[in-house]
Structure formats: C-alpha cells, structure tokens
C-alpha cells in the first residue's frame, strides 16, 4: 500500500527566512503529487501540481515555488517567507489512473513571525 | 470550469442524531465526487467517492452519500453521529483525464453531548 509522509510537522520562521518542505510518496511510481495550503477557517488552495519529474505546474504566483527532483519527492520553497504564507501545507498524491483520488499526508504547520 | 459549493459552514448536532452534509457542484460533464474528512491539524482523510454506477456509495466510518444529478448534488449522511465525528468535511469534484479536483470551502462539524 502507499504512504505519503511530510516534514516536519511545525515550523517557526522568521520573515524573510528560507522554507523547505519535504513531501514523499511511498508504495507506488510515477504519483501525480500535489502541495495545498490551507489558511485558518477557510479551504484549500491548490499551489503546485505535478505529473512527473521536473514537470511543474503553478497554480497561484506568489513568492513560493515547487520542485520534483526524484519521482516520489515533492518540495516546496521559498527565498523569503512572507507573513501571509503563514497557514497549514498539504501534499497529496494521485495514483494518476484517469480518475484521480488524492491523498493527504498529515501535513506542515508553518508560522511566519 | 468546475466548482463545488458547501452551504453550511458550520453545522451542530447532538451525540447519535442524524447528519446530513449538503455539497452541490457544478460541472459540465459527469463529474466524479469526493468526500473528505479533516480532523483538528490533521490532513484529510478519504470518506468516499463516487464515479459511475450506483448513485448511493457507502463509505467507511459509517458515512453514505447519494448522487443526485437532477439536484447537481452529492450530499454526505450518517444516521447516528459519534462524538469522534467532530471535525471539517470537504466536498470536491473531479473529472476523468484531469489531474486536478475541486475543493468547497468545509463544513465544521461539531457534536454536543
């Protein structure tokens, strides 16, 4: 069976600091893999997706970017945090079979002071 | 382009009453449809989906939805809740050959004694 893991779990940083955040599938090749935000009371948003290795697609410009630089391995970057990138990151994957179920890791709690 | 729309944002419901979580969706073609759960800084976890055949799905937890396609909707029910039911539940939409799902914006479940 799969299972998709996500480090770390909460991150404190300062604005204008780096970010980092790792996402890895296990028990299968070639996921579709995804990375969401989730801002505090409200939905997701869907930030990067992709569908093979360095194959990224944005979804929202902002200051954050994506790479896939093996194919089970997802993550996320930042140059420099701002404070609204505060919020709870979400990677998910998909088995990429026509009609595609995600799953969610447990997730990356970011602040940004 | 598809959406999903979630009309209760914040739903209460006593210990082993009867739940009903309303989604409606727009979408050109047959969609296929989820249910998520979300537990307090948790990811999301997978109720059920639906993608053909019997409009009435069953998943785990105890949860059943039932596709209505005159209605656009796709509503998640319970016939006893638990107190462990408390939590966010999602709506989303997919369609076939598309690597993305559309997401509502949640309902906050909570269970009063």
Redesign the interface.
């Known amino acids: 069976s799969q299972t998709i893991h996500q480090w770390p779990a909460t991150l404190v940083q300062p604005v204008g600091s780096p970010l980092s955040l790792e996402c890895t599938v296990e028990g299968t090749s070639n996921p579709?893999l995804y990375w969401y935000r989730q801002a505090a009371g409200?939905?997701?948003q869907?930030l990067f997706?992709s569908?093979g290795i360095g194959q990224i697609s944005s979804e929202v410009p902002q200051n954050l970017s994506a790479s896939r630089p093996q194919d089970r391995q997802f993550i996320l970057s930042s140059k420099k945090l701002l404070l609204s990138d505060s919020g709870?990151y979400?990677c998910?994957f998909?088995l990429?079979q026509?009609?595609?179920?995600?799953?969610?890791?447990?997730?990356t709690?970011l602040l940004v002071l | 382009a598809q959406s999903v729309t979630q009309p209760d944002i914040h739903i209460t419901v006593s210990e082993g009453a009867s739940l009903e979580l309303r989604c409606n969706y727009s979408y050109g073609a047959t969609p296929y449809l989820f249910w998520y759960v979300q537990s307090p800084g948790q990811g999301l976890q997978l109720l059920l989906k639906y993608f053909s055949g019997d409009t009435l799905v069953q998943g785990i937890k105890g949860f059943e939805a039932e596709f209505k396609r005159s209605q656009s909707s796709f509503n998640l029910r319970k016939p006893s809740v638990h107190w462990s039911d408390a939590a966010e539940y999602f709506c989303a939409v997919g369609a076939q050959g598309n690597e993305k799902l559309t997401f509502g914006t949640g309902t906050r479940l909570t269970i009063i004694p």
Do not use: C, D, H, W
């Open positions: 579709n409200r939905g997701l869907l997706y569908v709870f979400l998910a998909g990429g026509g009609f595609e179920t995600q799953y969610f890791g447990p997730g709690r």
